[in-house]
Nanobody, 126 residues
Framework: QVQLVESGGGSVQAGGSLRVSCGYS?????VGWFRQAPGKAREGVAA????????YYADSVKGRFTISQDYSKNTVYLQMNSLKPEDSAVYYC??????????????????????WGQGTQVNVSS
């Protein structure tokens, strides 16, 4: 069993930055960030394979968000810059073990991860 704990959410004005963190109890080589706003479907934001040999981003966040991993701290980060009100949502991290990067990509785009955290709220005001 893998436990994931998100932290770092909060409130920020449009154009600002936040970094959310995902601490995990046991390493998995594919970790993704997802978000869900009220009344909307959950959507993939970013994912990372291994230490960062491959990363994947939704078009809506490309160039603004950066996913990274620190193995020494068992933590995956999502740095969010130039935030917009439409980025407001509960952000979840998820993890899965895969055999190769293509599997991580497929799981990210299909939101098919075995382990999920409880989420952290991000609010962006205009």
């Amino acid at each position: 069993q893998v436990q994931l704990v998100e932290s770092g959410g909060g409130s920020v004005q449009a154009g600002g930055s936040l970094r959310v963190s995902c601490g995990y109890s046991s390493r998995r080589n594919c970790v993704g960030w997802f978000r869900q706003a009220p009344g909307k479907a959950r959507e993939g934001v970013a994912a990372i394979y291994g230490a960062g040999s491959s990363t994947y981003y939704a078009d809506s966040v490309k160039g603004r968000f950066t996913i990274s991993q620190d193995y020494s701290k068992n933590t995956v980060y999502l740095q969010m810059n130039s935030l917009k009100p439409e980025d407001s949502a509960v952000y979840y991290c998820a993890a899965h073990f895969v055999l190769r990067s293509d599997d991580c990509s497929a799981r990210f785009w299909g939101a098919d991860f075995r382990y999920w955290g409880q989420g952290t709220q991000v609010n962006v005001s205009s």
